[in-house]
């Protein structure tokens, strides 16, 4: 893996700030961190443009409020991850599925958790990975149950792109999906991102009620349907034990 300069200077730039809270100059900054003085400027004008740095009557730098809302999303991760993973291998052990729990990050699916069966099919989501909302059960799960103005934004930024010949290509198909999956309290996906795989997805509530994360099982096609009701009996279960571990409810 090559390291990208320009990121790792970033990241520099917000650990020295963060021992610095009275903030500092570029000046200072670029003697503490040995960077030169005309690359620094403009890095930290960036950040400060971007939300990332702010700046006080003295032409100080301080980590910025668009921080506070990473942070903060970074939190929840490591807390629903924590507390739902004893309950995603209760339920591996109950199904005997691979079994996910994934966050949403902008307009994206991101997996904090896989809990692999001895019989798991291969799949390409692994923790750390991205996909996209309207092709994925845990992703359709998100645009089911979030709050009707962001659902309405990020149905609007779809780009629709085929990955299987069952991918849903069409806003009008998805919404009237989501309207079932809204109703029914789960989500489904079909062959959707990947041929031969068939999931199924529910919702994790926080404390003010709206969704912050979504479980799923995951498995062949024919094994999964076979089995459609027990396992969907199990998430729901299992969703909602995390729910409750979690400090939320059902909005």
Do not use: W
């Not at 902008?106 to 958790?113: F, M, T, W």
């Not at 092709?135 to 990955?163: M, Q, S």
């Not at 099982?217 to 076979?226: D, F, S, V």
């Amino acid at each position: 893996m090559s390291v990208v300069k320009s990121a790792v200077r970033v990241l520099r730039v917000f650990e020295l700030l963060a021992k610095h809270p009275d903030g500092l100059t570029v000046k200072e900054i670029s003697r503490d961190l040995s960077f030169p003085q005309s690359s620094t400027f403009n890095l930290v004008g960036t950040l400060f443009h971007e939300g990332y740095l702010q700046q006080d009557a003295l032409k100080r730098y301080r980590l910025g409020p668009k921080l506070i809302e990473i942070g903060s999303a970074a939190i929840d991760c490591v807390d629903i991850s924590a507390q739902g993973i004893p309950f995603l291998k209760q339920l591996m052990d109950g199904v005997q599925e691979t079994v996910f729990m994934a966050v949403l990050s902008e307009d994206q699916l991101v997996y904090i958790a896989k809990i692999d069966n001895n019989r798991s099919i291969r799949t390409t989501a692994q923790p750390g990975s991205r996909k996209p909302l309207y092709c994925t059960g845990l992703g359709k799960t998100f645009l089911a149950f979030l709050p009707v103005e962001k659902r309405n934004r990020l149905l609007d930024e779809i780009e629709f792109v085929r990955f299987t010949e069952q991918t849903i290509m069409d806003k009008k198909t998805l919404v009237d999906q989501l309207k079932q999956f809204s109703n029914q309290g789960y989500a489904i996906d079909d062959e959707e991102n990947e041929e031969g795989l068939f999931c199924l997805a529910a919702p994790v509530f926080g404390a003010d009620g709206e969704i912050k994360a979504a479980i799923s099982t995951a498995g062949p096609k024919e094994r999964m349907l076979t089995r459609k009701s027990m396992i969907t009996e199990q998430l729901l279960y299992t969703a909602g034990k995390i729910t409750e571990s979690i400090g939320g409810y059902v909005n």
